[in-house]
């Protein structure tokens, strides 16, 4: 079945560049996303990255994805104290109409 | 544009009463909506999904006796929780989409059962 998997806690230096990677078994997965969980709240959608690209930029936000190995990473340039939550790598077959399968979620602590 | 909000944020409940949670697309007309439960540091588990005017698909091993769900309008569908439980307790999240776009989440709805 569809699976998702990520490291389930990362620390930066503030100022730092973060990654989380996640890595995914759906070979069907159209669209890739990343979201952000701050404490108590819901989803926040970050980013996504259609199957068929390799990178998306958007500010300091780069998502590379090896089609092949089935690897996401997201990467947070310059990175901040506000940046501390929890993000959750997704995919979905159809372009998330139906359903979203989530990782459990990267902690990401960002220390001065 | 694309919020999505819930209503309570918050409840507790004593053991064998029924919640009800609302889960509101403000902005926008969510032809389907979602329903999440989110168990502490763990991630989210889908739990039905609700097309405006049908019943709701839900997934394996989700009683849909327990929890009912009604997405009587394109921007407005409920959660019940009948007869909760302290097994219950947990973290409801959904979601909305409006046709041929990405879910839009709220922001949760944390039940704590006595």
């Known amino acids: 079945g569809e699976d998702v998997e990520q490291s389930l806690f990362l620390s930066v230096r503030e100022g730092d560049s973060s990654v989380i990677n996640c890595t995914y078994t759906?070979?069907?997965?159209?669209?890739l996303y990343w979201y952000k969980q701050e404490p108590g709240a819901g989803l926040q959608l970050l980013t996504y990255i259609f199957s068929n690209m390799d990178m998306k930029q958007d500010q300091r936000l780069t998502v590379l994805l090896n089609k092949k190995d089935k690897h996401l990473s997201l990467r947070i340039a310059d990175t901040q104290t506000g940046d501390s939550a929890i993000y959750f790598c997704?995919?979905?077959?159809?372009?998330?109409?139906?359903?979203?399968?989530f990782g459990a979620g990267t902690r990401l602590a960002v220390h001065p | 544009g694309a919020v999505v909000s819930q209503h309570p944020s918050w409840v507790i409940c004593k053991s064998g009463t029924s919640v009800k949670i609302e889960c509101r697309s403000l902005d926008f007309q969510a032809t389907t909506m979602f329903w999440y439960r989110q168990f502490p540091k763990q991630s989210l588990m889908l739990m039905a999904t609700?097309?405006?005017?049908?019943?709701?698909?839900?997934e394996q091993g989700v009683e849909k006796d327990k929890f009912l769900i009604n997405h009587a309008s394109l921007t407005l569908s409920t959660l019940t929780v009948t007869s909760a439980h302290p097994e219950d307790s947990s973290f409801y999240i959904c979601?909305?989409?409006?046709?041929?776009?990405?879910?839009?989440f709220g922001p949760g709805t944390r039940l704590t059962v006595l």
């Open positions: 979601s909305a989409r409006r046709q041929k776009d990405t879910q839009y």
């Open positions: 759906d070979s069907s997965s159209t669209y």
């Open positions: 609700s097309n405006e005017g049908s019943k709701a698909t839900y």
């Open positions: 997704a995919e979905s077959s159809t372009g998330g109409y139906n359903k979203l399968i």
